[in-house]
């Protein structure tokens, strides 16, 4: 075979232009010039632009939460709330693709969800952050890390826990998934009690892993511990003594208020049904509510100590003057007012122990609109107590304009207007006092209270032994209790339902205070809706009071001021001898 030499071939022996390949070797030149320049450009020039931007795509800012504080009781013994460390739980659905479904299953199984429930929240790839479970318990949490599946990962944050459980859950109320106050306290005192949280600004890399600080750390600052006004031990009695009563009575639903007569101090606030706030799932539906500050109702006969000192203050009556209530039917403006029972002449005091309407309305007589509408409103009654607490009623007290001529006497004793059982609690502190009502609080107080002046301390002492009249033998003689003065005041509502009084549903309540020589405390207590049988205020409400009562003062340490009763049974004396 015969070899032929390139250039003899007619298309390899073709010469190139030379001006053709100095452009080719100039345009090539140029190229890797321009290469240069460019990565001069990038390396030199605008190094840190672009340090800038890719730190951005990285860089995150970390908060640091401040501990939320804490809530003790007034002693400072009792913790009412504090904050515990827990985990969240999440994944990047991109690498969760490992996973296999037996480790789904395991991690399904600690987490409480169900495998489908896992992977619904893995189905958009694209994100880069994806919760699982919040406020992971620390030991279930360090289960999950000993799976090792692949693409969960966990963080830290902090859970609210409440010790005391449904016995404060009204008090101290809750906060949310993020540690925000909802409810109570947590809410009320939220500023308070969350701090200020700090920032850490981190370069991340994909797995979330702090990689470099790139600022300085702000510390946060902690949330503030609060002494409560609320005594444990007496919120404690009070929660146990409205429980057996709400169940002894089959009620609907029961409430109860101690206030400190010297401080103004709420000792204990109880309401029923009450709910866990520790379980998330319990804080539903009615049980939320707190029947003591949001509800209102006709108060009843527990309005008369407030007409009657009115009469007496500004001399329209004297404890002397006698009101002829005749066989218990009182006609009066085309309508007829009722007493249980027939009770013939009264004076003031008697009126106010027998309970009687028609007294009431004869007292009303002697009064105007304007000044029992004013001495009401210096009660507190139509405007919402002043005691920084969120949700706090002000119930109804129409303006006395409008007030037709039978209100006022339905007014007089306890119907036609609404308050809250914190409203007529914190009214019955005039009587406890020297006619002045003090200012209330939720927090412990350290200073002296103020207070307003409503009654002059004359009329005070009057009406002071008429409530103990109306608690003593011929009155509310379940309100007793041994070795104690008290005096207080029952009260029977009928309930209003679809715009009538019903027949049949009844708002039974007592309100009073002890010891009597020298008072400690205001005890108002209400049962919704009792259906045993009785649902009279001093069968069913007084008796609630009497425990709480003598629960309080023993706890609180104060001396009893009445004879105390020998328990000891007195036995048959033996037979004379012959």
Same mark, same amino acid.
């Given at each position: 075979?015969?070899?032929?030499?390139?250039?003899?071939?007619?298309?390899?022996?073709?010469?190139?232009?030379?001006?053709?390949?100095?452009?080719?070797?100039?345009?090539?030149?140029?190229?890797?010039?321009?290469?240069?320049?460019?990565?001069?450009?990038?390396?030199?020039?605008?190094?840190?632009?672009?340090?800038?931007?890719?730190?951005?795509?990285?860089?995150?800012?970390?908060?640091?939460?401040?501990?939320?504080?804490?809530?003790?009781?007034?002693?400072?013994?009792?913790?009412?709330?504090?904050?515990?460390?827990?985990?969240?739980?999440?994944?990047?659905?991109?690498?969760?693709?490992?996973?296999?479904?037996?480790?789904?299953?395991?991690?399904?199984?600690?987490?409480?969800?169900?495998?489908?429930?896992?992977?619904?929240?893995?189905?958009?790839?694209?994100?880069?952050?994806?919760?699982?479970?919040?406020?992971?318990?620390?030991?279930?949490?360090?289960?999950?890390?000993?799976?090792?599946?692949?693409?969960?990962?966990?963080?830290?944050?902090?859970?609210?826990?409440?010790?005391?459980?449904?016995?404060?859950?009204?008090?101290?109320?809750?906060?949310?998934?993020?540690?925000?106050?909802?409810?109570?306290?947590?809410?009320?005192?939220?500023?308070?009690?969350?701090?200020?949280?700090?920032?850490?600004?981190?370069?991340?890399?994909?797995?979330?892993?702090?990689?470099?600080?790139?600022?300085?750390?702000?510390?946060?600052?902690?949330?503030? #511990?609060? /002494?409560?006004?609320?005594? *444990? !031990?007496?919120?404690? $009695?009070?929660? @146990?003594?409205?429980?057996? &009563? +709400? %169940? #002894?009575? /089959?009620?609907?639903?029961? *409430? !109860?208020?101690?206030? $400190?007569?010297? @401080?103004?101090?709420?000792? &204990? +606030? %109880?309401?029923?049904?009450?709910?866990?706030?520790?379980?998330?799932?319990?804080?539903?539906?009615?049980?939320?509510?707190?029947?003591?500050?949001?509800?209102?109702?006709?108060?009843?006969?527990?309005?008369?100590?407030?007409?009657?000192?009115?009469?007496?203050?500004?001399?329209?009556?004297?404890?002397?003057?006698?009101?002829?209530?005749?066989?218990?039917?009182?006609?009066?403006?085309?309508?007829?007012?009722?007493?249980?029972?027939?009770?013939?002449?009264?004076?003031?005091?008697?009126?106010?122990?027998?309970?009687?309407?028609?007294?009431?309305?004869?007292?009303?007589?002697?009064?105007?609109?304007?000044?029992?509408?004013?001495?009401?409103?210096?009660?507190?009654?139509?405007?919402?107590?002043?005691?920084?607490?969120?949700?706090?009623?002000?119930?109804?007290?129409?303006?006395?304009?409008?007030?037709?001529?039978?209100?006022?006497?339905?007014?007089?004793?306890?119907?036609?207007?609404?308050?809250?059982?914190?409203?007529?609690?914190?009214?019955?502190?005039?009587?406890?006092?020297?006619?002045?009502?003090?200012?209330?609080?939720?927090?412990?107080?350290?200073?002296?209270?103020?207070?307003?002046?409503?009654?002059?301390?004359?009329?005070?002492?009057?009406?002071?032994?008429?409530?103990?009249?109306?608690?003593?033998?011929?009155?509310?003689?379940?309100?007793?209790?041994?070795?104690?003065?008290?005096?207080?005041?029952?009260?029977?509502?009928?309930?209003?339902?679809?715009?009538?009084?019903?027949?049949?549903?009844?708002?039974?309540?007592?309100?009073?205070?002890?010891?009597?020589?020298?008072?400690?405390?205001?005890?108002?207590?209400?049962?919704?809706?009792?259906?045993?049988?009785?649902?009279?205020?001093?069968?069913?409400?007084?008796?609630?009071?009497?425990?709480?009562?003598?629960?309080?003062?023993?706890?609180?340490?104060?001396?009893?001021?009445?004879?105390?009763?020998?328990?000891?049974?007195?036995?048959?004396?033996?037979?004379?001898?012959?």
């Amino acid at each position: 075979m015969k070899r032929v030499r390139f250039y003899e071939s007619p298309v390899l022996n073709v010469q190139m232009p030379l001006w053709r390949s100095r452009l080719v070797l100039i345009l090539l030149m140029l190229g890797f010039v321009a290469l240069a320049a460019k990565a001069m450009y990038l390396q030199g020039l605008s190094t840190e632009f672009l340090q800038q931007q890719g730190e951005r795509r990285y860089e995150r800012t970390l908060v640091l939460p401040a501990t939320r504080g804490k809530l003790f009781d007034r002693s400072g013994s009792v913790v009412l709330a504090s904050s515990v460390p827990v985990r969240a739980i999440w994944a990047i659905p991109e690498d969760t693709r490992s996973a296999s479904d037996a480790q789904l299953a395991e991690l399904g199984k600690l987490l409480e969800l169900s495998v489908k429930d896992i992977k619904s929240r893995l189905v958009d790839e694209t994100k880069n952050f994806v919760y699982i479970k919040r406020q992971v318990s620390m030991d279930v949490a360090d289960k999950i890390r000993g799976l090792k599946v692949p693409g969960f990962h966990q963080q830290m944050e902090m859970r609210r826990y409440y010790p005391e459980g449904n016995v404060a859950a009204h008090v101290v109320g809750f906060t949310n998934i993020e540690d925000v106050g909802i409810e109570g306290v947590e809410l009320a005192f939220d500023s308070e009690l969350s701090g200020k949280p700090g920032s850490r600004r981190v370069i991340k890399d994909r797995l979330g892993r702090v990689v470099e600080d790139v600022q300085a750390i702000v510390p946060p600052v902690n949330g503030r #511990d609060l /002494n409560l006004s609320i005594d *444990a !031990g007496l919120q404690f $009695d009070a929660y @146990t003594a409205l429980k057996k &009563a +709400m %169940v #002894d009575n /089959n009620a609907k639903a029961a *409430a !109860g208020i101690v206030i $400190d007569v010297r @401080t103004g101090e709420v000792l &204990a +606030m %109880v309401n029923l049904p009450s709910y866990d706030p520790n379980d998330r799932n319990d804080r539903t539906g009615p049980v939320l509510r707190n029947r003591a500050l949001t509800d209102t109702f006709e108060p009843g006969s527990i309005m008369k100590p407030f007409t009657a000192a009115l009469a007496l203050d500004i001399q329209r009556i004297t404890t002397s003057t006698l009101f002829d209530t005749g066989n218990g039917k009182y006609r009066y403006k085309g309508n007829t007012i009722s007493d249980v029972s027939r009770n013939g002449t009264l004076n003031v005091a008697g009126i106010l122990r027998r309970s009687s309407n028609i007294g009431m309305t004869m007292i009303s007589e002697q009064l105007t609109s304007q000044e029992m509408w004013t001495k009401f409103t210096e009660l507190g009654f139509g405007r919402a107590p002043q005691a920084n607490f969120p949700g706090m009623a002000s119930g109804r007290l129409r303006p006395w304009e409008r007030w037709r001529p039978i209100e006022r006497a339905t007014m007089a004793y306890g119907y036609g207007l609404s308050v809250s059982l914190m409203q007529i609690a914190h009214a019955y502190t005039a009587f406890a006092r020297n006619g002045d009502m003090v200012s209330l609080t939720l927090l412990k107080r350290e200073g002296k209270p103020t207070s307003v002046q409503v009654y002059t301390p004359k009329v005070t002492g009057q009406v002071r032994a008429m409530l103990e009249a109306a608690a003593g033998p011929d009155g509310a003689k379940l309100a007793q209790v041994q070795g104690y003065r008290v005096a207080g005041k029952s009260g029977t509502a009928r309930k209003i339902i679809d715009g009538a009084y019903s027949k049949s549903q009844y708002r039974s309540s007592f309100v009073g205070f002890a010891p009597v020589s020298n008072p400690r405390i205001v005890v108002a207590v209400m049962l919704d809706e009792p259906k045993a049988g009785a649902y009279y205020g001093g069968r069913v409400a007084a008796p609630i009071f009497a425990d709480v009562v003598a629960s309080s003062l023993r706890r609180l340490g104060v001396q009893p001021d009445a004879p105390i009763e020998s328990v000891v049974a007195v036995g048959p004396k033996p037979e004379a001898r012959p």
